[in-house]
Nanobody, 124 residues
């Protein structure tokens, strides 16, 4: 059983920063494809940032240049550094893991394991 636990969410003003963390229960982070997703009220869950199977980071156009995905394999932890936050970034953020040969980069397809989510609220 794989468990993912997000932390680091909160409330910030526009222009502020947050760093989300996702602790993974066992050493899968180096062999699975990891990603961050978000879901705003009334909207579908969307990809924010993820790693392609070759290790390349992929970002949604709306967050390029502001968000950075990274991972620490020794700590089994995935991170999302979010800078220059905007009110439209307000959502519940989820981390997810999936087999590299089944995930479709930039989408939720193929991700088998999901965290419970952490709320990010950006005020104007």
């Amino acid at each position: 059983q794989v468990q993912l636990v997000e932390s680091g969410g909160g409330s910030v003003q526009a222009g502020g920063s947050l760093r989300l963390s996702c602790a993974v229960s066992r050493s899968i982070i180096s062999s699975y494809s990891m990603g961050w997703f978000r879901q705003a009220p009334g909207k579908e869950r969307e990809g924010v940032a993820s790693f392609h199977r070759d290790g390349t980071a992929i970002y949604a156009d709306s967050v390029k240049g502001r968000f950075t995905i990274s991972q620490d394999n020794n700590k089994n932890t995935l991170y999302l550094q979010m800078n220059s936050l905007k009110p439209e970034d307000t959502a519940v953020y989820y981390c997810a893991a999936g087999f590299p040969w089944t995930v479709v980069a930039g989408t939720t397809i193929g991700y088998n394991y999901w965290g419970q989510g952490t709320q990010v609220t950006v005020s104007s």
